[in-house]
């Protein structure tokens, strides 16, 4: 059984001689593999709590050996309905942080998000050298989300870890058409990409209720969520 932590990780002093003693610190939801961790995964999501499909989520990958970690990315203020920019990557470098003190490389850390969390990861990743990324769902493909987001188009070609993109043909909120853009657009990327578009899926794929009645939902789940474990196991070695 994969062990749950809850913990807090401080968050880098912004200057040199800062007193290490009174950093802010970000609160942590974590699991733990039964054996020594093969790896980290940092868990960015958009809720103020986490919700029990999101935990079990966590826990599945615990299970498969990695060492996962879900910073409460909504710590600072009550009224934040985004975080990006500066709170975004503090709360990032802190969990990470978190995980090499663990023992995980940062080479072997990966990250993965969900809706405007997925949009985050991406963002993410075209800053900080990890080892992997993965989005599910995530909006702002042609227009930033916020002014301290860049639209996902133009993010595309920073990359800097192998990114994986999950999206449903039939979500609103990505139509097809800026999908199609950002597969142009991440192919000039200098690491591996790839983005998936699942016909007869309105949101995200890995979840039942945005799966379409007309459409095989059964299949594009189960694609789904082996393509997440399959983008970390062949990228975070």
């Not at 990250?111 to 963002?123: C, E, H, K, Q, S």
């Not at 990409?193 to 699942?198: G, Q, R």
């Amino acid at each position: 059984m994969s062990g749950l932590i809850e913990d807090t990780a401080p968050i880098r002093p912004r200057d040199e001689g800062a007193d290490t003693a009174t950093l802010d610190r970000v609160p942590l939801t974590a699991f733990e593999p039964d054996s020594r961790a093969r790896g980290g995964i940092v868990v960015l999501h958009e809720a103020r709590e986490l919700p029990q499909a999101l935990l079990e989520f966590m826990r599945s990958l615990a299970a498969d050996g990695w060492l996962v970690a879900a910073p409460h990315l909504f710590h600072r203020a009550a009224g934040d309905d985004e975080v990006f920019g500066t709170p975004l990557f503090e709360d990032f470098d802190a969990t990470v942080d978190w995980l090499q003190s663990r023992g995980v490389p940062t080479d072997c850390i990966g990250v993965i998000g969900f809706d405007d969390a997925g949009t985050a990861a991406a963002l993410v990743a075209t800053d900080r050298a990890i080892g992997a990324a993965v989005s599910v769902a995530a909006p702002g493909i042609v227009e930033a989300l916020t002014t301290d987001a860049l639209a996902l188009v133009d993010a595309a070609a920073s990359l800097k870890a192998p990114w994986l993109g999950l999206y449903g043909r039939d979500d609103v909120r990505t139509p097809v058409e800026h999908v199609e853009q950002l597969q142009e657009a991440v192919s000039k990327a200098s690491v591996a990409t790839l983005v998936v578009s699942y016909a007869g899926v309105e949101h995200r794929a890995d979840e039942e209720s945005a799966v379409s009645e007309e459409s095989d939902g059964e299949e594009a789940i189960v694609d789904a969520q082996r393509r997440i474990f399959d983008w970390f196991d062949s990228h975070l070695r």
